[in-house]
């Protein structure tokens, strides 16, 4: 009976693994094109409608259908865009920065391997831009739109070179949009409508993100991707199928909220678009915008929209102005930290998704990467940051390894007790508790090291999986991301038969860091008490099995903590139990001399 429910709780398990693994391949989603990496001149977009915000009452910037022009005109000027680490150039037929690649970030390990590109023009296969503009407030006064042909003073934009778009409307009034970068990835943008007309203008002036595809997910429950921004003071993460759900029911807008200070965007899982204002004091309404065009995923365009709560009314001879920044660039940890301080952006950190566990996972990573700095790789400082992990909790583990090790020592007895009164499970237990007290013995303080290692492994685990410092940081040998999983492969002997069994089923991707993980795994184990109860007994001794199974295709850098830090459980563990039976052997000579005097 007992192998049965043996076999049975062994199938189940496999069962639950197959089963979602079939799942999670189904519902894969598709893999992205490949990355843009030359731009040809975008095709020209149509003006943008005037829709009206809910909540508003004005008119805001459109996420709705914008119709191709008639006739075709000439290619759009374009200004170029250079600092030392970006590169592009910003489209000057509707003010859009639609063309934007990191100079210090590249799609793979490969040397020749593309840039990785942010913002793509909109005949792209994947368009994702940012605009400035504005809406008419009155219904009467002439805005610039997606056809309009800027002209450019100054270039090309750089650190320290801003420059100056300007617009006339033939009205009397004079549009202008400030652009300066700085050595980063911030923009800053003041857009000023000047009125030289003899009556008032009204006009509301906006900053959006925009992205006309759906990305690509990485689809893990840990890990935000889709709309964020601080606003209000608070977190405020949606994902896109959220949202999707949310604007069906809103015409169009997912959320919409007046924040002080604060900011909003666009998170990919490394890479962060957002907007915000310039001051901490200023007050405007973000919104988080989906529409659908033209039916099925293809047509979904999203977008995030900052504006002032009403529009601008400008006195003749007087000057309207909005100014605005724009973050466009990779999630870095101190550099998030540097334009939180500096510039007093609300929680700008939270652009990476430390989770409830921010408290741990943030100090967990600061300490890594400071280790990282000394020793120049990522991986020593992983095991080093685990050796101080364990030395913070040697005393609390020492008490329960202790108690694990005098369990162990006890397994005969209570092996004992369990046969003297197999019938009779009551009198068995106050046996056993009677035992637990004469040899001063915790029976659950053997669970103390897991419990502690438990949120350790999840903090670490968040880490390592959602800071950028990371990505493409080699280990030794054959490790060369330990953002990725462990490229080697038992069930293709380790590269010497030329096929991928991984693309088959994820479980048959079985890497060396995780064999080594298991064994270390299975050593541990045999150090620790078996459970009473034998079919928890059995179920116990095939968990290094399912755990490397498991945790196969986590990151490496993952693995190698695991691995190490079992390793140096065993080591405590095993100088614990040298130290005990020390103790015992010398208490027992101790009580033979004393008996024979």
């Given at each position: 009976?007992?192998?049965?429910?043996?076999f049975?709780?062994?199938?189940?398990?496999?069962?639950?693994?197959?089963?979602?693994?079939?799942?999670?391949?189904?519902?894969?989603?598709?893999?992205?094109?490949?990355?843009?990496?030359?731009?040809s001149?975008?095709?020209?977009?149509?003006?943008?409608?005037?829709a009206?915000?809910?909540?508003?009452g004005?008119?805001?910037?459109?996420?709705?259908?914008?119709?191709?022009?008639?006739?075709?005109?000439?290619?759009?000027?374009?200004?170029?865009?250079?600092t030392p680490?970006?590169?592009?150039?910003?489209?000057?037929?509707?003010?859009?920065?639609?063309?934007?690649?990191?100079?210090?970030?590249?799609?793979?390990?490969?040397?020749?391997?593309?840039?990785?590109?942010?913002?793509?023009?909109?005949?792209?296969?994947?368009?994702?831009?940012?605009?400035?503009?504005?809406?008419?407030?009155?219904?009467?006064?002439?805005?610039?739109?997606?056809?309009?042909?800027?002209?450019?003073?100054?270039?090309?934009?750089?650190?320290?070179?801003?420059?100056?778009?300007?617009?006339?409307?033939?009205?009397?009034?004079?549009?202008?949009?400030?652009?300066?970068?700085?050595?980063?990835?911030?923009?800053?943008?003041?857009?000023?409508?000047?009125?030289?007309?003899?009556?008032?203008?009204?006009?509301l002036?906006?900053?959006?993100?925009?992205?006309?595809?759906?990305?690509?997910?990485?689809?893990?429950?840990?890990?935000?991707?889709?709309?964020?921004?601080?606003?209000?003071?608070?977190?405020?993460?949606?994902t896109?199928?959220?949202a999707?759900?949310?604007?069906?029911?809103?015409?169009?807008?997912?959320?919409?909220?007046?924040?002080?200070?604060?900011?909003?965007?666009?998170?990919?899982?490394?890479?962060?678009?957002?907007?915000?204002?310039?001051?901490?004091?200023?007050?405007?309404?973000?919104?988080?915008?989906h529409?659908?065009?033209?039916?099925?995923?293809?047509?979904?365009?999203?977008?995030?929209?900052?504006?002032?709560?009403?529009?601008?009314?400008?006195?003749?001879?007087?000057?309207?102005?909005?100014?605005?920044?724009?973050?466009?660039?990779?999630?870095?940890?101190?550099?998030?930290?540097?334009?939180?301080?500096?510039?007093?952006?609300?929680?700008?950190?939270?652009?990476?998704?430390?989770?409830?566990?921010?408290?741990?996972?943030?100090?967990?990573?600061?300490?890594?990467?400071?280790?990282?700095?000394?020793?120049?790789?990522?991986g020593?400082?992983?095991?080093?940051?685990?050796v101080?992990?364990?030395?913070?909790?040697f005393?609390?583990?020492?008490?329960?390894?202790?108690?694990?090790?005098?369990?162990?020592?006890?397994?005969?007895?209570?092996?004992?007790?369990?046969?003297?009164?197999?019938?009779?499970p009551?009198?068995?237990?106050?046996e056993?508790?009677a035992?637990?007290?004469?040899?001063?013995?915790?029976?659950?303080?053997?669970?103390?090291?897991?419990?502690?290692?438990?949120?350790?492994?999840?903090?670490?685990?968040?880490?390592?999986?959602?800071?950028?410092?990371?990505?493409?940081?080699?280990?030794?040998?054959?490790?060369?991301?330990?953002?990725?999983?462990?490229?080697?492969?038992?069930?293709?002997?380790?590269?010497?038969?030329?096929?991928?069994?991984?693309?088959?089923?994820?479980?048959?991707?079985?890497?060396?860091?995780?064999?080594?993980?298991?064994?270390?795994?299975?050593?541990?184990?045999?150090?620790?008490?078996?459970?009473?109860?034998?079919?928890?007994?059995?179920?116990?001794?095939?968990?290094?099995?399912?755990?490397?199974?498991?945790?196969?295709?986590?990151?490496?850098g993952?693995?190698?903590?695991?691995?190490?830090?079992?390793?140096?459980?065993?080591a405590?563990?095993?100088?614990?139990?040298?130290?005990?039976?020390?103790?015992?052997?010398?208490?027992?000579?101790?009580?033979?001399?004393s008996?024979?005097?």
């Amino acid at each position: 009976m007992d192998q049965k429910r043996l076999f049975a709780a062994i199938a189940l398990s496999i069962g639950i693994l197959l089963i979602f693994d079939v799942w999670n391949r189904t519902n894969r989603p598709p893999a992205p094109p490949p990355a843009q990496v030359t731009q040809s001149a975008p095709a020209v977009p149509a003006p943008v409608p005037a829709a009206g915000a809910p909540g508003v009452g004005v008119a805001a910037p459109a996420t709705g259908s914008e119709a191709a022009p008639a006739a075709a005109r000439a290619p759009a000027a374009r200004l170029e865009i250079r600092t030392p680490r970006v590169a592009g150039s910003l489209n000057l037929r509707g003010a859009r920065l639609d063309d934007l690649v990191f100079t210090t970030y590249r799609e793979t390990l490969a040397p020749d391997s593309p840039q990785v590109r942010l913002f793509a023009a909109r005949d792209s296969q994947q368009p994702y831009f940012a605009q400035w503009g504005w809406t008419a407030g009155d219904g009467r006064t002439r805005v610039p739109d997606n056809d309009t042909d800027w002209t450019a003073t100054g270039g090309p934009l750089a650190p320290g070179q801003p420059v100056t778009l300007s617009w006339d409307n033939g009205q009397g009034q004079v549009f202008e949009i400030a652009l300066s970068i700085d050595e980063q990835y911030m923009v800053s943008a003041q857009q000023r409508v000047r009125n030289t007309g003899s009556e008032p203008a009204s006009v509301l002036p906006w900053v959006r993100v925009r992205r006309e595809h759906t990305p690509t997910v990485a689809g893990f429950y840990i890990l935000h991707e889709g709309f964020t921004g601080v606003l209000g003071g608070r977190l405020r993460e949606v994902t896109y199928s959220d949202a999707k759900s949310e604007a069906a029911r809103r015409s169009g807008t997912a959320l919409e909220q007046e924040t002080t200070g604060g900011w909003a965007g666009f998170t990919d899982k490394y890479w962060l678009a957002a907007v915000m204002p310039t001051a901490p004091d200023q007050t405007l309404r973000a919104s988080y915008r989906h529409v659908n065009e033209g039916g099925g995923a293809a047509g979904d365009r999203w977008q995030v929209d900052m504006a002032p709560p009403a529009p601008l009314t400008i006195a003749p001879g007087a000057t309207g102005e909005l100014a605005t920044r724009l973050f466009a660039g990779a999630k870095e940890v101190h550099l998030l930290d540097g334009y939180m301080d500096r510039l007093n952006i609300t929680d700008f950190d939270k652009a990476i998704d430390f989770g409830w566990f921010y408290f741990l996972v943030k100090p967990f990573f600061l300490a890594l990467d400071w280790i990282f700095r000394m020793t120049g790789n990522f991986g020593v400082a992983i095991l080093i940051f685990t050796v101080l992990i364990k030395a913070a909790f040697f005393p609390l583990a020492n008490k329960a390894y202790h108690s694990m090790a005098r369990m162990k020592v006890l397994a005969p007895k209570m092996t004992e007790i369990k046969e003297r009164y197999k019938d009779d499970p009551q009198k068995a237990q106050a046996e056993m508790m009677a035992l637990y007290r004469s040899e001063k013995v915790n029976p659950a303080s053997g669970c103390l090291p897991i419990l502690i290692q438990i949120p350790v492994f999840f903090a670490l685990y968040k880490a390592l999986f959602v800071t950028i410092e990371m990505r493409h940081q080699p280990f030794f040998g054959w490790i060369h991301d330990l953002s990725a999983p462990d490229p080697t492969n038992l069930f293709n002997l380790f590269g010497l038969l030329p096929f991928d069994p991984a693309q088959w089923s994820t479980f048959l991707h079985m890497p060396a860091w995780a064999l080594i993980m298991g064994v270390t795994m299975f050593v541990q184990q045999k150090l620790n008490p078996p459970p009473p109860d034998p079919i928890q007994a059995k179920i116990f001794a095939w968990m290094p099995i399912i755990f490397t199974f498991m945790l196969a295709s986590f990151p490496a850098g993952l693995i190698i903590y695991w691995a190490w830090n079992n390793t140096l459980s065993v080591a405590q563990q095993y100088y614990i139990m040298r130290h005990d039976r020390r103790a015992a052997r010398a208490a027992k000579v101790n009580g033979a001399v004393s008996k024979a005097k």
